[in-house]
């Protein structure tokens, strides 16, 4: 039998052959996260008002928020039950969560930057520290997918319930998005990265324990 890092980088592989070949989600999550910048951009040029550095940090997240939603709902439904069976067959269980987690992480680092460098054109850029914003992207991207993924694959066998993914998703991300925040403000503000350490160890943390469950309890998830 294979070896489980050996199928993940074929099932990842898969993954980005299939995205590539229809490129509808990367399509689809880019044209929501431009429309909303846009219509944000609009909303404040209507009112000619100077939007504040805690302003554009909480609306930054939030667009990535829904967006990482909008990405991982597809995680599980795009595919039909019987190539999920033909999986079974073949792939362990922990194969499948990783790649899906893997695949969605790479996918929104792309959008999530992608989408920094146009909200950073339309609506200007405060941050004063970029390095430690850019690790607060990349982590929150990372932490939103590994998060969401293993709820969409709990949403799928609910009958592919998107509100059932709402329901359970937010609270999963709640605590990590209110570290995200704290941490890109203190890099907004240029403040030491010293005094951010603790932000960025427990979004780490949140991470690593979110991916750990999720390849301890997906099995479980799968056989039923």
Request: charged fraction near 10%.
């Amino acid at each position: 039998m294979k070896s489980i890092a050996s199928e993940i980088g074929i099932l990842v592989r898969k993954e980005i052959a299939l995205e590539w070949r229809e490129r509808s989600n990367l399509n689809g999550l880019l044209l929501y996260t431009v429309s909303t910048i846009f219509v944000c951009y609009l909303s404040f040029n209507q009112r000619q008002v100077e939007l504040s550095p805690i302003t554009w940090n909480t609306l930054f997240w939030i667009i990535q928020l829904f967006a990482a939603l909008n990405g991982a709902a597809k995680s599980f439904t795009q595919e039909s039950g019987g190539r999920h069976f033909y999986y079974y067959q073949i792939v362990s269980p922990q194969s499948i969560i990783l790649s899906k987690i893997i695949y969605n992480a790479l996918l929104m680092v792309l959008v999530s930057f992608l989408a920094l460098a146009f909200y950073s054109v339309v609506l200007g850029n405060p941050v004063q520290d970029p390095t430690l914003f850019m690790a607060c992207v990349g982590l929150g991207a990372i932490g939103f997918s590994s998060s969401l993924t293993m709820v969409a694959g709990i949403a799928a066998k609910a009958q592919g319930n998107n509100t059932l993914m709402a329901i359970l998703g937010l609270p999963a991300i709640l605590p990590m998005i209110l570290m995200l925040i704290k941490a890109s403000k203190n890099a907004i503000d240029g403040i030491a990265r010293s005094q951010t350490m603790d932000e960025i160890m427990v979004i780490f943390a949140i991470d690593i324990i979110v991916i750990t469950v999720s390849y301890l309890l997906f099995p479980y998830l799968w056989r039923s």
